[in-house]
């Protein structure tokens, strides 16, 4: 019951408030000849309400920058910030393959296929290299 007493309450003050400012935009001039006092003292509040309103605009607006515009970059660029990556050591740990097209072992001679179809083959920088041959329809031929 208080819930729906506090609606009413809002809205009539709300039309209240509109009534009175077209009150004041339309008819003010009857009223400041009248009553100057009553006339300044609501074209004040008028003035603050309508300050207030503009107010809580801008402030949510802001806040609404910030939650959806600022703070995730901000967050992402944490993340960035704080990144590791794999040491040097790690990525030299890692198995090297060179992959051929199946094409291209037409070329090689027959104890090179061998040595090219999975047995380890030296580099010259004496690092293990796996050679393994991909087929034509599963590469791209860069030129």
Known sequence: MIKRLETINTM???????????????????????????????????AFDVFFIIFCIGMASVVFLAVFCCIPILAVAYAVAIRKGASE?????????????????????DDRKQEVLGVRV??????????????????????
Request: proline content about 5%; hydrophobic content about 45%; aromatic content about 16%.
């Open 122 to 143: 030296r580099s010259g920088d004496a690092n293990p290299i796996n050679e393994l041959f991909l087929l034509p329809e599963d590469s791209v031929s860069v030129t």
């Open 89 to 109: 050591d790690d990525i030299r740990s890692l198995p090297k393959y060179k992959y051929r097209q199946e094409g291209q072992f037409n070329t090689l001679e």
């Open 12 to 46: 009539v003050s709300s039309i209240w408030w509109l009534i009175g400012f077209y009150w004041i935009v339309a008819g003010g001039q009857a009223l400041l000849q009248d009553a100057p006092r009553l006339y300044w003292l609501t074209v004040v509040f008028l």
